[in-house]
């Protein structure tokens, strides 16, 4: 089993960044797949990004798509998402999870375990 804890979160004006970490414990990070996902206010969790174990192959929905990398230090147990040029619609919880998939895994359901969100807040 694996423990998930996000940080970085916080509030910032449109058109700004923030890094979000997460770390890991309990189990070596680089025996799972990772994801970031969020959660807005009414609507259903989704996939922000996407790494697989060896950080060799990531993927991104379009609506995120060259404004968010995804990035993983398996020697550290942790995870980044950078987020630039932030949109007010980026505001929500946003999730890390591991997966033992040992391939890209962009399915919810794949996703064993879940961290309790950090907030971001995007305002004009």
């Known amino acids: 089993q694996v423990q998930l804890v996000e940080s970085g979160g916080g509030s910032v004006q449109v058109g700004g960044s923030l890094r979000l970490s997460c770390a890991a414990s309990?189990?070596?990070?680089?025996?799972?797949?990772l994801a970031w996902f969020r959660q807005a206010p009414g609507l259903e969790r989704a996939l922000v990004a996407t790494?697989?174990?060896?950080?060799?192959?990531?993927f991104y929905p379009e609506f995120v798509k060259g404004r968010f990398t995804i990035s993983r230090v398996n020697a550290r147990n942790t995870m980044y998402l950078q987020m630039n040029s932030l949109k007010a619609e980026d505001t929500a919880l946003y999730y890390c999870?591991?997966?033992?998939?040992?391939?890209?895994?962009?399915?919810?359901?794949?996703?064993?375990?879940w961290g309790q969100g950090t907030q971001v807040t995007v305002s004009s």
């Open positions: 790494i697989t174990r060896s950080g060799r192959t990531t």
């Open positions: 309990g189990r070596t990070l680089s025996d799972y797949a």
């Open positions: 999870a591991a997966s033992p998939s040992i391939t890209l895994a962009t399915d919810i359901s794949l996703y064993r375990y």
